[in-house]
């Protein structure tokens, strides 16, 4: 079943702009019904993502960019967040072990736990290099 774009978000990678995010995507889920629960969820999960592209693929530099492409269908949202960073290498991408507790570093496992599917990729064409990540929850 084929996806139709919700709306696309871009903004600069910084821990400033979570927040515009969080209420803009909170506002975005309500606009289309969808229970708060679930909401919420999916914006804890967004939320993570993006630090996790501000602190790992910027290194917290300023300048960088996230889009974000937000599309469903009748039975799933996707979520796809793309930044132009350097590409960083996939098979290091792994959720800390939960015995572990420290800190820092769970988001990964707040994504896997909350979302149905969870993706990584780089990108590599004549426009640009960077990574995406691809998040997919059934509604």
């Not at 592209?53 to 996230?66: D, L, V």
């Not at 004549?126 to 998040?135: A, C, D, F, K, S």
């Amino acid at each position: 079943m084929s996806f139709t774009i919700v709306t696309q978000l871009e903004f600069e990678a910084t821990a400033v702009n979570l927040q515009l995010i969080r209420n803009t995507l909170r506002q975005l889920f309500s606009q289309h019904n969808m229970a708060k629960k679930i909401a919420d969820e999916i914006v804890i999960a967004l939320n993570e993502a993006c630090m996790n592209i501000i602190q790992h693929a910027y290194f917290g530099k300023e300048g960088g960019k996230i889009l974000i492409v937000i599309e469903k269908n009748n039975e799933k949202w996707r979520f796809e967040l793309t930044d132009f960073a350097p590409m960083v290498d996939i098979k290091s991408i792994k959720a800390k072990d939960l015995a572990e507790v420290r800190p820092g570093g769970l988001g990964l496992n707040f994504i896997q736990q909350i979302m149905d599917s969870v993706v990584f990729e780089n990108i590599h064409n004549e426009r640009y290099q960077g990574n995406r990540l691809t998040l997919t929850k059934k509604i």
